[in-house]
């Protein structure tokens, strides 16, 4: 306990606190928008998961780098991603981050380091490790995070963007969220060796498992493992334990298709990384109920102004169908 | 001016590249290895370090990935491939990243990534070293497409490619390195988009592209003595195309003949045809023709090679067929 503590002071943990609830209320938000058929572009949803996005991003500076997967809402604003901008290219409107080019599964937002998520199953793993490689070349001491699933260590690439990074002793951290499905499959049908962090050693690299549903645990592993990087100790590999609430992609909870138990959800429901962060501020009186309300309420508010934005906003004109084919003309 | 090969022009402009600007960095297989791609990268590794010139794992995939994350945190790589065949692992990033990114992302960040290919065919390697992908290539958006067929150009448009804000594909032919051409020893540029007519004429046009130029004017220096006046464009950049120039060529010949060294089926050929079929359409007095490979991966055998490459003779016979005695 004394080390999980240490570095952090109770301002850090409620800021923590405070984008853990953001992500959560905002995708519960997004999650009643399909719903109603509000949202169209599909998403897939980041709740359950927020400890692994708020623990490794608040290890990073802002010129930092974060590169993103399909599942990427959660990275987009633990990295302090706009949420105005988010809501609105759910929308595809012109506001949006990506101008309502993207969608869901494309945002980007470079004024706080969160250059882009890619929803090819490990596609931005080999752009994160260039980005080390630039910052290498450079000689600055930025560090670049990637997330990915436990489904994208199944792709080649994965293999060759561990080994180079691993070879150049990259600024690289690798972020994986085993949240034990690819897709609809269980890790048990996906991968002959479930032990993800372990294949870290086969490139000489560290490789830690760490309970992703700990933001301060998830948060203590990033810390070291940016430190590593920054000072030219190389890639790390981090595999974040965690579940998600919602089906691969949607607001349903894939009980109804029966691809998981009941039993199997709830068990994971009240490991949560919420309310695990919760349980500790009110025990030891960093925060008091009335406190958790205001924040609450704050979060609320911030997503209900997003969502006014998004609605608000103009869709982006017919004829800027071709814009930003190329920079160059 | 110096006269100098096609292989030294690449050679010295990655040189005077890598010297005026620190952002540009050679990556890919073989940039160490003299002899894996045709002497272009002599002396670049004692000159600027192995920061700089990566020689890579066969990572294909991967190392594409690297120059598109490496382009987006303000870099300028070249990423090379010293047989085009090796690319279809790399599509992924090509396609899905490099050449979507600043589309899909808004406009935000751009991908300035050169992707030097090269087409290293003949020699009895058979189906899987000898690929021109060209076609496959122009298909997709986000990406422009160069390639060169003197060395005056090779410099020029490697100029153009390593400058330019967005993926450039710069495809060279090993059969073309060691063609000379008067070089000048500063840097210039050739703008992308503009193709050139290599030979004056009147009876009727071929365009070609890269190693096929040099074909195209051999045939068309070889029926000059029928009295058959061809002109010769050669189309330079395959993406943006210079249609005007084609469209301008037709009007005065009437006839008009696409040679591409890939494959026919939905190539090079078929969209030149398509652009002047539909721009230049009253003014052809014939129908279009293709001159390509055959619809066949390439054969090791050096009596089947022979054959499968088009070369001057197949220009000059489809152009028998097109311009009456």
Redesign the interface.
Known sequence: MTERTVDLSSNNLRTMYQTMLRIRLFEEKVGNLIQQNEIVCPCHLYIGQEAVATGVCNALRKDDYVFSSHRSHGHYVAKGGNLNALMAELYGKVTGCSKGRGGSMHLSFPAVGFIGSSAIVAGSISPAVGAALAFSIQKTDNVSVVFFGDGATNEGVWYESLNFAALKKLPVVFVCENNLYSTHVHISDHLADTDIQKKANIFRMRGVQVNGNDVIEVFNVAKKAVKDARRGKGPTLIECMTYRWRGHVGPNDDLETGLRSKEELSYWKEKGPIKKLEKLLLSRNFLSKSEFLQIRREVEKEVDESLMFAKKSPFPSENSLLDNVFKAK | MPKIQYNQAINQTLHQLMKKDPRV?LIGQGVTSPWYVGQTTNGLLDKFGS??V?D??V?E???????????????R?ILIFPRMDFMYYAM??LV??AGS??????????VPLTVWAIINRGGEQAAQHSQSLQAMLSHI??F?VVMPSTAYDAKGLLVSAVE???PVIYIDDRWLYELEDDVPEELYSIPIGEGMIRRKGKNITVAASSYMVTEAIKAADSLADEGIDVEVIDLRSLKPLDKQILINSVKKTGRFIIVDAGWPSSGIGAEVSAIVGSEAFEYLNAPIMRVSLPDSPAPASSPLEAVYYPKAKTIVSKIRELVPK
């Open positions: 960095f920061r700089r990566i890579t794992p990572s995939n991967g190392i594409t990935g690297v120059a598109v994350g490496a382009a987006l945190a303000a870099m790589p992924d990033q899905n990243h990114w600043h589309y899909m992302f808004g406009g935000q960040l751009n958006p986000g422009k330019d804000d967005d």
